[in-house]
């Protein structure tokens, strides 16, 4: 390791210039990482809080709150914010922007100007969506399944500047996954090879090989709905002569690597997570690398999972249903490869280790009940169902925002340079991970009751069935207004520590990638010089500074480069 990155004059990368133009337009990846980091939130905030509305009505089996359109209309603007303005660019846009290059050693990304470009597109996509809301709604659900899109008078005028807007994100996260890629080939420093880097940059690899080889997909489905919409030209709508069910095959051939898209980072930052906060060097660190490529190209393989009852043949329902299976061995290995890790490991109860312990527990739960909507004879009964909502969820909101959160946690210290109360982040993580168990593991019973997603009411099936589906909805609702109150919580203290935390030390969880080599928070240039690469999950040669309140190298250790120095 070489030692700290510090400026002569004490300037960091949020002091380096001043005023909000320099934020708007600079170039550095860490300030654009912090506004996407901003953003992202913001937009959670939005869809959580339509989240809760959803949970509200659905308190009582009559539709108390909101009208049955009403109601279609919010769940189809959480659903497509959560997507894609939230979890999709919530690690790699905002997390990866941040920490990718300085585990490079490296000064910026390859293309600085183009990553500037990638946030603008994200933030002129999402106010495009915004104009949804005053071109008269939208109700097709966040999959903007035909005929609901093509039927004017059931979509109402938002349709077009929604798919508009998820278009020209569509161009933001491929931008991403491009600079990404041409990083990590082209900046990474002297000593890191391919099985040298964090595991973290294996994931975000992996992710932006999925953004730009999948997105365009999506684009052009998109842009050919919106055609025919605007046209009335026959590409998705039967009475002009389309098939709805290839909107489906489009969608979906996108949307499940999106899946991919939204969890592959998530993985990447519990493999940091579980190694860092168990002070052990990672299990199988090859086969958890080859893992993520493997979930990666099976992602492009299992879109017709969702089409099981679509009409498709019997033939491809078989065949969909075996690869969908074989998606489970790289993530299973992940998972095992992580137990392993915390075998006999020195655990730190800390916060951003209680968020991946978390992320193991309810990722096995959405990993698993995957498994019955994969099987043919299941998924018949289960399709459309509650149960495929709490699956979802589980996996998408549970284990994806979950390590997000655990991430944003664990570089906190580095991306601020403030510590935050460890009292107030374990309540916070219990909180959320009580509360989200709490809101989406009884809909797992409501699916399994046969409780259809999507219902605004359900006071027309017999009594004894309205009062069960009561129960478990009013459990669920419960279990959401808790979970708001830990994410509120969190924000708080959080927002604390920016203006009252303590000082962060360079490295104070004894995290050993190059990120934990420059100051906290970092410089502008990251680092004077390259910094020379050792093993970054060989944490023997650290030890806790009293002093520094931090890890520190240790002295009777030579660093990386001065064994041949010497």
Request: aromatic share 16%; proline share 5%.
């Amino acid at each position: 390791m070489s030692t700290l990155s510090t400026h002569p004059s004490g300037t960091n990368y949020l002091n380096h210039t001043r005023g909000i133009m320099s934020w708007i337009f600079t170039l550095d990846h860490k300030r654009i990482g912090m506004m996407y980091l901003f953003s992202v939130l913001l937009s959670f905030f939005a869809g959580g809080m339509l989240a809760v509305l959803i949970r509200l009505q659905l308190w009582t089996p009559e539709a108390s709150l909101f009208t049955q359109d009403q109601y279609n209309q919010i769940f189809t603007l959480h659903g497509a914010i959560m997507v894609f303005l939230v979890i999709i660019p919530s690690i790699p846009a905002a997390l990866g922007n941040f920490v990718l290059p300085i585990m490079l050693g490296a000064k910026d990304v390859a293309f600085p100007r183009l990553n500037l470009f990638s946030y603008h597109l994200w933030v002129f996509g999402a106010l495009v969506f915004l104009l949804a809301l005053f071109t008269g709604g939208l109700d097709t659900g966040w999959t903007f399944y035909t005929p609901y899109s093509t039927d004017t008078d059931s979509a109402m005028g938002g349709v077009i500047p929604a798919l508009t807007a998820v278009f020209i994100l569509g161009f933001s996260s491929i931008f991403t996954g491009m600079n990404f890629i041409v990083t990590i080939h082209r900046l990474r420093p002297p000593g890191m090879t391919w099985f040298r880097m964090p595991l973290f940059l294996w994931a975000i690899y992996a992710t932006a090989i999925i953004q730009v080889l999948a997105t365009p997909v999506l684009g052009i489905t998109l842009m050919l709905l919106a055609v025919e919409r605007a046209f009335g030209i026959g590409i998705f709508d039967p009475a002009l002569g389309g098939d709805p069910v290839l909107y489906q095959h489009f969608f979906w051939f996108y949307s499940h690597p999106a899946v991919y898209i939204m969890i592959l980072p998530a993985m990447g930052i519990i493999s940091e997570l579980i190694s860092v906060h168990s002070h052990k060097h990672i299990f199988g660190y090859k086969f958890i690398a080859f893992s993520s490529i493997a979930i990666a190209i099976f992602g492009f393989l299992v879109w017709g999972h969702h089409m099981f009852t679509s009409g498709q043949s019997a033939l491809m329902n078989v065949i969909f249903s075996a690869i969908t299976f074989s998606v489970s061995i790289p993530s299973a290995i992940k998972v095992f490869n992580w137990l392993a890790t915390m075998y006999k490991g020195s655990i730190s109860l800390n916060t951003p280790m209680l968020y991946a312990l978390s992320f193991i527990f309810i990722f096995s739960i959405g990993g698993l009940t995957g498994l019955h909507l994969g099987t043919l004879a299941t998924d018949i009964h289960l399709h459309d169902t509650y149960f495929v909502v709490a699956h979802f969820h589980y996996v998408m909101m549970g284990s994806a925002l979950l390590a997000m959160i655990g991430g944003m946690h664990h570089w906190w210290p580095k991306m601020t340079g403030k510590m935050y109360n460890e009292f107030w982040g374990r309540i916070g993580c219990g909180l959320v991970f009580l509360g989200f168990n709490l809101t989406f593991f009884p809909q797992f019973m409501l699916g399994s009751q046969g409780m259809p997603r999507r219902y605004a009411q359900y006071d027309d099936y017999l009594p004894e069935t309205v009062q069960l589906f009561e129960f478990y909805h009013q459990l669920s609702t419960i279990g959401s207004l808790v979970m708001a109150v830990g994410f509120f919580l969190t924000a708080g203290y959080l927002l604390h520590s920016i203006f009252f935390g303590k000082r962060a030390p360079a490295n104070p969880w004894g995290g050993r990638s190059l990120e934990w080599q420059c100051a906290s928070p970092p410089p502008h240039d990251n680092f004077a010089e390259t910094p020379t690469v050792g093993d970054c999950y060989d944490f023997s040669v650290l030890e806790w500074n009293e002093q520094e309140q931090g890890y520190t190298w240790r002295e009777d250790v030579p660093r990386p480069g001065e064994e041949r120095t010497a």
